[in-house]
Nanobody
């Protein structure tokens, strides 16, 4: 059974940075695509960033130029570097394996304005 564990969230001022991590144990990590989603209070969960097994990336328009997704296959970990954070980035952030159901517990990111 896939096990996803997110970490790295916290409280940060607008304009600040955070780096989220997600360990995807019990997976053939090097050959899977990974995604970061977020869910703000009262809103639907939305896709934020994707990274393929070959390292190709894609981003939601709202985070382009500010967020960077990356991966370390040896550590079975995907990262989300978040810079120039805005109040509207406040949400619970989740990682996910593309094409599979199942979520981790998420990590809370709160950006104070």
């Amino acid at each position: 059974q896939v096990h996803l564990v997110e970490s790295g969230g916290g409280l940060v001022q607008a304009g600040g940075s955070l780096r989220l991590s997600c360990v995807a144990s019990r997976t053939p990590f090097s050959i899977i695509s990974m995604e970061w989603y977020r869910q703000a209070p009262g809103k639907q969960r939305e896709l934020v960033a994707t990274i393929s097994s070959t390292g190709s990336t894609d981003y939601a328009e709202s985070v382009k130029g500010r967020f960077t997704i990356s991966r370390d296959n040896a550590k079975k970990t995907v990262y989300l570097q978040m810079d120039s954070l805005k109040h509207e980035d406040t949400a619970v952030y989740y990682c996910k394996i593309r094409g599979l159901t199942g979520w981790g517990q998420g990590t809370q990111v709160t950006v104070s304005s």
